[in-house]
């Protein structure tokens, strides 16, 4: 494989964007792209389509493929994008991972494969490696997904440390969903300043991650409040940015009471007015009426919007 | 969808059954052919390939169908086949469970969507029930995976009255790799009487289990053990009976001293003198040298033996 190249990463706000079904549960490609152009313009810096919030896993790939190329037709830029491609089967993950970059993709942002509990880190090795080395392209950048909550998997500092040794510039970083700060740090004090971007998965810890080294953060709630999200990033070393902070943990808490992907889903739908939004693929289901009222009468009374959306 | 039809079900001891790799990590289609055809020459009522012994959420679904079309092409009876067939993503199930059961399949083993935890039993459902209407064919059979250590996600006995009532004669039984007797206890006690056939994960608990109304077993030592394991399912009404238990109880307790799939793999290329066997897809490892050594010499201290195969 050639060398790394120079290349502008990815940093800022990204939302993992959720996915809208049809009522047969296909992928709903227009709605997709039109909520995926909504969040550029409203202060995303990326997108991590195909993430947990997007119920990725719960589709096959050639369904997230067609909805990568329509987002890549459809004038969304294709270096902003941070696709999850990491699968239980590595020959899904290499499939996937190979034509994200071959549609130009900022980076891919890669699950450990998550169905063995208790794995070893040379087999994680061995899963990451073959997924670099078959995918052979210098203008891959690897985001390791380290979300042990879910996964069940985690990525461990050990196994970030043999990565990068191994693959300079091509491990490029880590989204950490674990949501336990001293992770978070340790991954920033030790790899930060080696060319490892480090995104906390919540906006809770986006101002403390960007004081410390951070790259800006990957989080659920960016589909539904990515303005606010984002003026945190933007104003970071401002006077303000303390109480901006403490806006957008608030909104966070509220979202958070509730199911997350479903709410997620209901906040879009009433906000934008499109009840279509609500529909969830199995395992998940939709909010209850009690769940969908306590969000969105607490978001209310706080004064949130979704500005120019629907 | 039309009723189902009376039809023999499977019975016995069925080994999900472990796939070989090439160097190259691609599933080697011959090899897996021929192992498969030594299982139902060595007492193996049926084999349940795709399962978590199989490396199976290692690979993608097209490599699972070229090795299911293989194995029929290849003079394997269908109806003694349960293939795992179960995803994360709804379509993959869909995909699979359609083209077993146009194969011919016996019935599927199916796993629950694994990627998020602590889902509803109304989210498993939908799942189920979607792929049951979805496949809409009468010769759909549906065994149920409930295997909480590794999957996480657990299929409650609420689950099975659910999807039983709703779908009697398609939902066939369950295989429990709990290894907690008395939730397979409880699963029999409640369903055997009503077209629910039970296989226990681990043939330490085969004659327990056939005392109980059990079916047989499905388990990973089935695939280096079949003939003794299937001599007490055959004899289980035997004075002999419970010497048998003990005799393939020991050989089991040996095996699972070390990491069970890449112990089935080093001992099937040990006992067969074929190494190709020895070789896993990531994230799982081959045993260390030491770990080969002691399962295979504690196991010919014991009188194992794999007659006729390599």
Chains 1, 2 share one sequence.
């Not at 296909?26 to 997709?32: L, Q, W």
Request: charge should be positive.
């Amino acid at each position: 494989m050639k060398p790394a190249t120079a290349q502008k990463r990815i940093e800022g706000v990204l939302a993992p964007v959720i996915t809208p079904f049809r009522r047969d549960l296909s992928p709903d490609v227009d709605r997709f792209v039109k909520h995926c152009r909504w969040l550029m313009r409203s202060g995303c810096a990326g997108l991590a389509v195909f993430g947990t919030n997007s119920e990725a896993n719960s589709m096959a790939v050639e369904e997230k493929l067609e909805l990568l190329e329509a987002l890549v037709t459809g004038g969304v830029p294709a270096a902003s994008l941070m696709p999850g491609t990491g699968h239980c089967a590595l020959t899904d993950s290499v499939k996937m991972t190979r034509e994200a970059v071959r549609m130009g993709c900022g980076g891919v942002l890669m699950l450990p494969p998550f169905y063995y509990k208790g794995v070893s880190d040379e087999g994680l090795f061995r899963n990451f490696s073959e997924v670099i080395e078959r995918v052979g392209d210098e203008r891959l950048r690897v985001y390791l997904y380290h979300i042990p909550p879910v996964s069940n998997v985690p990525i461990t500092l050990e196994l970030i440390e043999r990565l990068l040794t191994r693959y300079p510039g091509v491990v490029a970083g880590a989204k950490d969903s674990s949501g336990d700060w001293s992770n978070t740090k340790a991954m920033l004090d030790r790899f930060k300043d080696r060319g490892f971007d480090v995104f906390p998965g919540s906006e809770v810890f986006l101002l403390d991650g960007l004081r410390a080294g951070g790259k800006g953060c990957i989080t659920a709630t960016g589909n539904v409040n990515p303005g606010p999200i984002s003026d945190v990033f933007r104003n970071f070393r401002s006077a303000e940015a303390d109480k901006l902070q403490a806006g957008i943990t608030a909104t966070r808490k509220i979202v958070q009471k509730v199911p997350m992907i479903p709410a997620l889903k209901a906040i879009t739908a009433h906000f934008g007015n499109d009840p279509e939004w609500k529909r969830l693929r199995p395992p998940l289901v939709e909010l209850s009426a009690e769940q969908e009222k306590q969000v969105v009468t607490e978001l209310r009374a706080a004064g949130f919007s979704m500005p120019s959306l629907g």
